[in-house]
């Protein structure tokens, strides 16, 4: 991912910049770049764990694998709750990185109803779990419990990457109980994926193989996935980090995007084959319909208010990828948007607050 995905919000304060009395020149710019790592590496090796997770709630559903939870606020304006739906292999508290900078938290300021589904941790006993159960079983009783703790028919789902799959794919076959859908990062058409599309599709036989030996996708695939995809990304993150590193406020939000990055959790072994052949492989969704567990999906029955939103620099789900989504669904109120950031800083980077959080809390409140 880009540099920019992953510089969080700064501001100025005491530890903002170098010490100003280390003189001018070339040797004063060396003395504060040395300074600053000298800062930032202490920063990196001395300090506690980041502030992740902080925003309260409480749980209002547990049942197999998944919870769900309602986030704490103070004031419920608007009428239809939202469900914060993760993608497979991630932990939502992506949703809620670190206190001021969080989505969930946002949302909650601007008076919504606020819930999140948390899929678990998989282990090898869990290798059998298949997209349709997340389709079919465990995002659907998360509706079902988002509707009985606020009492309100209709929920709006928010999914991101692959829990916007969940998310779309939900809508289609229960449209009754989803107000409005809202996607972020999802892959439309994953023949436009690039480098990802490729190799999945040229090894695929062999990628079927080495799940079937190891029963389950290790938790540091999708962020391998995401260097692989953008290797410039990669080394620019690290220069970024030598560059900037004597500021506290990007220190603070790059500790705790690491922290989110390096906590990921295994994916089902027949979930991920399943994804590969049927939407990677298969690239169903372009097709209008999609065949999960004897059941045919018609995206054509999305009817409820849709937002899809892409990261301009995502090297997963491209801005073409993407786009397309707006064809496939029956809904007449539909709106496609490209947004500053890639695959994680279009929900966590620094430019989120002000372009992917408002635009979505602005195109939800007239239809909550």
């Given at each position: 991912?880009s540099?920019?995905?992953?510089?969080?919000?700064?501001?100025?304060?005491?530890?903002?910049?170098?010490?100003?009395?280390?003189?001018?020149?070339?040797?004063?710019?060396?003395?504060?770049?040395?300074?600053?790592?000298?800062?930032?590496?202490?920063?990196?090796?001395?300090?506690?764990?980041?502030?992740?997770?902080?925003?309260?709630?409480?749980?209002?559903?547990?049942?197999?694998?998944?919870t769900?939870s309602?986030?704490?606020?103070?004031?419920?304006?608007?009428?239809?709750p939202?469900?914060?739906?993760?993608?497979?292999?991630?932990?939502?508290?992506?949703?809620?990185?670190r206190?001021?900078?969080?989505?969930?938290?946002?949302?909650?300021?601007?008076?919504?109803?606020?819930?999140?589904?948390d899929?678990?941790?998989?282990?090898?006993?869990?290798?059998?779990?298949?997209?349709?159960?997340?389709?079919?079983?465990?995002?659907?009783?998360?509706?079902?419990?988002?509707?009985?703790?606020?009492?309100?028919p209709?929920?709006?789902?928010?999914?991101?990457?692959?829990?916007?799959?969940?998310?779309l794919?939900?809508?289609?076959?229960?449209?009754?109980?989803?107000?409005?859908?809202?996607?972020?990062?999802?892959?439309?058409?994953?023949?436009?994926?690039g480098?990802?599309?490729?190799?999945?599709?040229?090894?695929?036989?062999?990628?079927?193989?080495?799940?079937?030996?190891?029963?389950?996708?290790?938790?540091?695939?999708?962020?391998?996935?995401?260097?692989?995809?953008?290797?410039?990304?990669?080394?620019?993150?690290?220069s970024?980090?030598?560059?900037?590193?004597?500021?506290?406020?990007?220190?603070?939000?790059?500790?705790?995007?690491?922290?989110?990055?390096?906590?990921?959790?295994?994916?089902?072994?027949?979930?991920?084959?399943?994804?590969?052949?049927?939407?990677?492989?298969?690239?169903?969704?372009v097709?209008g319909?999609?065949?999960?567990?004897?059941?045919?999906?018609?995206?054509?029955?999305?009817?409820?208010p849709?937002?899809?939103?892409?990261?301009?620099?995502?090297?997963?789900?491209?801005?073409?990828?993407?786009?397309?989504?707006?064809?496939?669904?029956?809904?007449?109120?539909?709106?496609?948007?490209?947004?500053?950031?890639?695959h994680?800083?279009?929900?966590?980077?620094?430019?989120?607050?002000?372009?992917?959080?408002?635009?979505?809390?602005?195109?939800?409140?007239?239809?909550?």
């Amino acid at each position: 991912m880009s540099t920019a995905e992953v510089r969080l919000t700064t501001q100025t304060g005491p530890d903002r910049r170098p010490d100003a009395t280390v003189g001018g020149g070339f040797r004063g710019h060396l003395n504060r770049l040395v300074q600053g790592l000298e800062r930032g590496m202490r920063f990196f090796t001395e300090s506690p764990p980041p502030e992740v997770d902080r925003t309260p709630r409480e749980q209002v559903e547990c049942f197999d694998l998944v919870t769900v939870s309602r986030f704490q606020g103070s004031t419920r304006r608007h009428r239809t709750p939202v469900l914060l739906v993760p993608a497979l292999m991630i932990k939502p508290y992506l949703f809620d990185l670190r206190p001021g900078h969080s989505l969930a938290e946002s949302l909650l300021e601007r008076g919504f109803d606020v819930f999140v589904v948390d899929f678990g941790v998989p282990d090898e006993a869990d290798a059998h779990l298949r997209i349709s159960d997340y389709v079919f079983s465990f995002l659907p009783r998360a509706l079902e419990a988002v509707t009985r703790a606020s009492g309100q028919p209709a929920v709006t789902l928010l999914g991101y990457c692959t829990g916007g799959l969940f998310a779309l794919l939900c809508a289609a076959s229960r449209q009754s109980q989803v107000a409005n859908l809202v996607l972020l990062a999802c892959p439309m058409d994953y023949e436009k994926m690039g480098v990802i599309s490729f190799i999945t599709r040229r090894y695929q036989r062999q990628l079927h193989a080495l799940l079937d030996r190891l029963g389950y996708v290790p938790g540091f695939v999708p962020s391998l996935a995401v260097d692989v995809a953008d290797p410039l990304g990669g080394l620019t993150r690290y220069s970024d980090l030598f560059l900037s590193v004597w500021d506290h406020e990007y220190r603070k939000g790059r500790q705790a995007l690491n922290h989110w990055l390096h906590d990921l959790v295994p994916g089902p072994r027949d979930a991920w084959k399943e994804f590969l052949d049927t939407f990677v492989v298969g690239n169903a969704l372009v097709e209008g319909r999609v065949e999960l567990a004897g059941r045919t999906l018609h995206l054509e029955e999305v009817r409820c208010p849709l937002l899809a939103l892409a990261g301009k620099r995502d090297p997963i789900a491209t801005e073409a990828s993407t786009r397309e989504i707006v064809d496939l669904v029956g809904s007449p109120d539909r709106t496609f948007q490209v947004v500053p950031g890639g695959h994680v800083g279009i929900v966590a980077g620094s430019s989120a607050p002000q372009t992917t959080w408002r635009l979505v809390e602005d195109w939800l409140e007239p239809r909550s």
